[in-house]
C-alpha cells in the first residue's frame, strides 16, 4: 500500500543532532499519505525494537515514548509525502537502526506503539553517536 524509504542518518558526535526523513510513496490513490499514521521505532544493537514516536493523520497528534527524555520531535509534511524525525542532544544509548512504518487508518486518534500493527515498514536508517 505505501512504501517507505528512510533518509539522514549517519555518525554523529554526542550532543549533536539529526533530522530522519521518512519519503512515502503510495500504490493507490485511496490510499494517500495523509491517510497513514505513521510512526518511527529504533533497534539498538542486543536489543528489542521500540517505539520511538507516533504522528497521527492530522499532525496535531503526537505521541512519544514514555521513556524519552524529550529529545525526540516527530512531525510530518503531507504536501511531500514525509514525515520527520529531529534528535537533539544525542546520546551514544541513541546508537540504533532507525525505521519508520505506517499504518492506513480512518481516524485522526488512532495511536499504536505496537510494532505488530503496522503492515509498512522502511528499511532503516542507522544512527550512531560516538562519545
Known amino acids: 500500500q505505501v512504501q517507505l524509504v528512510e533518509s539522514g542518518g549517519g555518525l554523529v558526535q554526542a550532543g549533536g543532532s539529526l533530522r530522519l526523513s521518512c519519503a512515502a510513496s503510495t500504490t493507490f490513490s485511496r490510499y494517500v499519505f495523509s491517510s497513514y499514521y505513521v510512526a518511527w521505532f529504533r533497534q539498538a544493537p542486543g536489543k528489542e525494537r521500540e517505539f520511538v514516536a507516533g504522528?497521527?493523520?492530522?499532525?496535531?497528534?503526537?505521541h512519544y515514548a514514555d521513556s524519552l527524555e524529550g529529545r525526540f520531535t516527530i512531525s510530518r509534511d503531507n504536501a511531500k509525502n514525509t514525515a520527520y524525525l529531529l534528535i537533539d542532544n544525542l546520546k551514544p544509548e541513541d546508537t540504533a537502526i532507525y525505521y519508520c512504518?505506517?499504518?492506513?487508518?480512518?481516524?485522526?486518534?488512532?495511536?499504536?506503539?505496537?510494532?505488530?500493527?503496522?503492515?509498512?515498514w522502511g528499511q532503516g536508517t542507522q544512527v550512531t553517536v560516538s562519545s
Open positions: 512504518a505506517a499504518h492506513w487508518t480512518s481516524s485522526s486518534t488512532y495511536l499504536s506503539t505496537d510494532q505488530n500493527h503496522y503492515g509498512s
Open positions: 504522528i497521527s493523520r492530522s499532525p496535531g497528534n503526537l
